[in-house]
């Protein structure tokens, strides 16, 4: 059987079974080639489709632009300790400059003088800060982040990730991804 494929990419976002993403940052998006193994093996319910459609001669199958679980995959409280996360919950931003460029991490307290690589002594900084600061500790220099480090809940990464919005994001999607804008009267 030959199946035509379409042009484009066609990505589905993936709901929970509650119908929230399972990540806003990054948007939690599946292949149109996953989203339609998933119908098929009746792991998601269809929300959204969109106007294109995959054909074979005797088959013609909408292809999903919203998806969601069928069964409830329960977010952890936390996140991983990662890079990533990290310049998630400083916004991407060096905490010491505001910069949003050339961004490494720091730690608070100097790993030379025993400071632990935990949520609570590791921030993001532009490289500039990061080698002003170097192995001093924030008092000698009196050089302070903004934001004092914290250990964030997933909830806090999704919130922040709201701000940073793909490229790309199809109509059929807006209506679960930005609950807290303003609504039209």
């Known amino acids: ?17 509650d119908y929230r993403p399972l ?37 013609e199958f909408q292809l999903p632009s919203v998806v969601s679980l069928k069964t409830f995959v329960k977010p952890s409280r936390y996140p991983a300790f990662t890079r990533f996360n990290v310049f998630l919950r ?6 010491y400059c505001g910069s949003k460029d050339d961004l490494t991490f720091d730690h608070l307290i100097p790993r030379s003088r025993g400071g632990q690589t935990t949520w609570q002594n ?15 500790s924030c008092e000698q220099l009196d ?20 701000a940073f919005p793909p490229n790309y994001l199809h109509d059929s999607w807006l209506d679960f991804l930005y609950w807290d804008t303003e609504l039209e009267p």
């Open 1 to 17: 059987m030959t199946i035509a494929v379409p042009s484009g990419a066609h990505p589905a976002l993936v709901l929970n079974a």
């Open 23 to 59: 990540s806003y940052y990054p948007l939690s998006l599946w292949s149109w080639q996953d989203a339609v193994k998933a119908v098929f093996l009746d792991r998601v319910n269809i929300v959204s489709v969109y106007d294109t459609a995959v054909r074979s001669p005797s088959f």
């Open 90 to 95: 400083d916004r991407f931003q060096c905490q």
């Open 122 to 136: 590791v921030i993001t900084a532009c490289s500039p800060c990061n080698l002003h600061k170097a192995n001093k």
């Open 143 to 162: 050089m302070w982040p903004m934001h004092m480090p914290f250990q964030p809940t997933i909830q806090d990464l999704h919130n922040n990730g709201r």
